[in-house]
């Protein structure tokens, strides 16, 4: 299926039903479209059984496929990684090779006390905590000020990571 400037993949479960659509550019539909691509993983990533060299199996990224960096084994040294938190977007302005702990910058926010990255409320202070990690960055009256502070630590010290 076409739109504008790339084309939608259909993607199946195990059941062989469609749940999703793959994002690809143009370029690089005829390479993705020879096979049926499965949802693997949370589901945000597609990609299908391939046989090795050696004659066992392994699953074929789509991503790894499209950046060129997998032959069906694993991509190494490294990991590759989807630059925005956007189901099933393997266009390659979407794309980039990512070491395991830059991918790990890349994390949503886990539904908290707060609904920012890196913000917590501190109940006995009655203050906004920010951190990045198991770095503190301080106590402040505003939430929206202790998630500046937490986005302004990542921006500086985390350049993989996405607000």
Known sequence: ML???????PVINRDG?????????????PLI??????????????GRRTK????????????ALILGTDDGERPSPGHLATGKRVEVDHR????????????????????????????SWDAARCKWRAFYGRAYLGQYSTELEAAEIAASYRREHAPFSID
């Not at 479209?33 to 597609?46: C, E, L």
């Not at 090795?52 to 991503?63: E, K, Q, S």
């Open 92 to 119: 390659r302005t979407n794309l980039r090779a990512a070491m395991r702990n830059h991918n790990m910058q890349n994390v949503p926010a886990r539904g908290g006390s707060s609904q920012h990255r890196g913000v």
């Open 3 to 9: 739109d504008a400037d790339y084309c939608r993949t």
């Open 52 to 63: 090795r060299h050696d004659g066992t199996w392994a699953v074929l990224m789509m991503h």
């Open 17 to 29: 039903d469609h749940v999703a659509y793959a994002l690809v550019d143009l370029d690089d539909a």
């Open 33 to 46: 479209q020879q096979w049926a691509w499965y949802r693997v993983g949370d589901g945000s990533y597609a």
